[in-house]
Nanobody, 115 residues
């Protein structure tokens, strides 16, 4: 079992920055990949960024060059630095982890970008 808790969401003006954090607890040593997903109202959940246990990162095209995902290996704490935010980045952001073939999710944190 893995428990994930996100923090750092909020309201920001377009062009601003936010940093999201995700604290992992439980059986964290079996985690092979961690990710940030987001879901805007009326839309499907979409991948924002992923990072493997080996540090390989992938990003959605819409956030490349603006967002940076990082992970602290010792604790599997996950972060997402979001710069140059746009109104279309408004969504609930979820932290996810793949652990021994199972997927775990946090409760989500709201990010709202005003124009």
């Amino acid at each position: 079992q893995v428990r994930l808790v996100e923090s750092g969401g909020g309201l920001v003006q377009a062009g601003g920055s936010l940093r999201l954090s995700c604290a992992a607890s439980g059986s964290i040593f079996g985690i092979s990949l961690m990710a940030w997903y987001r879901q805007a109202p009326g839309k499907q959940r979409e991948m924002v960024a992923t990072i493997t246990i080996g540090g390989i990162k992938t990003y959605a095209d819409s956030v490349k060059g603006r967002f940076t995902v990082s992970r602290t290996s010792a604790t599997n704490a996950l972060s997402l630095q979001m710069n140059s935010l746009k109104p279309e980045d408004t969504a609930v952001y979820y932290c996810g982890a793949k652990h021994l073939g199972n997927d775990y999710w946090g409760q989500g944190t709201q990010v709202t970008v005003s124009s």
